[in-house]
Structure formats: C-alpha cells, structure tokens
C-alpha cells in the first residue's frame, strides 16, 4: 500500500535517483562503517547506503514507516523522535556490534532532516559531537546558506557562528523541488559537516548567551546589546564593540566567550 506523506512529520520523500547517487557518492560509505540515518522514510537513500555498508541503523518517527522497515534484514530500527535519541549510549551500541570490524570509533550521521525541526535537530548533536565522525544531511537550502555563510553576509547569523566553531562545513549538493513527492516549495540541499578535531576549548553556555545577545538586535552596533551584557559580566578586556554582530567573525566570538 502506498504511503502517503504526513505534514506533521514534515515528509517529502526524495524520488530522483540521479539525485540520490549523487548524495550516497558524497557520503561515501564504506562496508563495516557504523552509520545512522535519520528519517530513511521510504528508504530512498537507505537501501544504497546499506548496500554499500552491509548493516544501517535508522531512526524513524513514523510508526508506519518503521513496520516496513524492520522487514528489511540488514537494517537496526529506533522508533523515536531524534530529540529523543541519546546518540552516545547508540554509539556504544553500535559499535560494540562492529568490534570484530576495523573501524572509526565514531559513527557518522546521515539524513534528510524534517525541515520543520532541522536547527533544533543541528543542537541536539552539536551537545553529543565527540561521539560523531561526520555528518550529511538534507536542508532546506537557505539553512545551509546560513550554517556556512561568511561574516559580513546577509546570511551570516547565530547559527553560523554555533556551528562553525565546532564543524569544518561545505554545502556539497543543489537538490530542486522536484527531487521529492511531494515537492517542498523551497530548494534544498545538502550539506557536510565534519567535527573539527581540535576545537576550541570554551564553556558552551557562554558562548550561546554572547552569541544570541550579539545577534538578538543584529542591525544594531553591539555597544546597545553585547556591551550592557559584558559589563554585567564585569569584562574588562578589549573587543570592539562598535561593529554590527554580523561583522564580528567566528574567531573573535570564541576568544570573547574565552576571556569571559
């Protein structure tokens, strides 16, 4: 029986094959890797990867989708919600399944993100990133463009700077709307995010209250908003403040949250 796509759940399931070799080519997966995909949905991108890599584990919402999918014998089923997902005790799981295999002692994340909840998706590993080798998903395309934008850009905003103290990141691919059934009205595509294996040593918390201050009033120079908060921090040390968060480069928010 055909499985019609469910709003709630944010589904579009991804149809075109050129598109889906062009994604598994990027991902490039190797036999006996641990990966977890998250949403397979119809299992468009699924079944390549896992024919590549002789075992997959998914985590599907849909309690439909993960019928069909436990029937598939190479594949390990978690029914949930991802923000549910605790991916260190998945990686303990998993690769305890792949000891007899050489491989990362990391697991890489693949996915077609539901784009009603992808950012939050984003933090959700960000807090579990050491257990992570690498990540590829599926966004909406104008979500990339901020993860990976520049200072100075229109583009560039908190998420930028969140994501690129922690990850190396490229968007790697264009998908248009007529990739998937039903097409979404935006265009998507995908991007790869590789934890970076030396990052700065900081205090997350500070770093996401400077950074949601600095950006709260972007257009506003950061005297009027990241100024009031370092003093009530009693910083006494130099940054300028006579910039517009967007100007502010991901290095000197980290140095800033450093010092504080």
Request: proline share 7%; glycine share 4%; charged share 20%.
């Amino acid at each position: 029986m055909k499985h019609i796509a469910r709003k709630r759940f944010g589904q579009h399931f991804l149809t075109d094959g050129g598109i889906i070799d062009a994604i598994v080519d990027a991902i490039n997966p190797a036999a006996g890797q641990p990966m977890v995909e998250i949403g397979p949905g119809l299992a468009a991108l699924t079944q390549p990867l896992v024919e590549r890599l002789g075992h997959l584990t998914v985590i599907e919402l849909d309690r439909d989708l993960a019928v069909r999918l436990r029937e598939h014998p190479h594949l390990s089923v978690v029914e949930s919600d991802v923000l549910k997902v605790d991916f260190r005790a998945l990686s303990n799981q998993m690769l305890a399944q792949h000891a007899t295999v050489t491989t990362s002692p990391k697991i890489r994340v693949v996915g077609n993100l539901p784009y009603n909840i992808s950012t939050p998706i984003l933090f959700h590993l960000l807090a579990q990133v050491e257990v992570i080798e690498d990540q590829h998903f599926m966004l909406q395309k104008e979500v990339i463009d901020r993860m990976v934008a520049k200072p100075a850009t229109s583009d560039y905003s908190r998420l930028s700077v969140m994501l690129q103290w922690r990850y190396d990141m490229a968007n790697v691919l264009f998908v248009p709307p007529q990739s998937f059934d039903p097409p979404p009205r935006v265009d998507s595509a995908v991007v790869r995010m590789v934890p970076l294996a030396s990052p700065p040593q900081l205090d997350f918390k500070t770093l996401e209250t400077l950074v949601q201050v600095a950006f709260s009033q972007r257009r506003k120079i950061l005297r009027n908003t990241l100024g009031k908060w370092l003093e009530e921090k009693g910083f006494t040390g130099h940054f300028d403040l006579q910039r517009r968060a967007e100007e502010v480069p991901v290095a000197e928010f980290v140095a800033l949250a450093q010092a504080v």
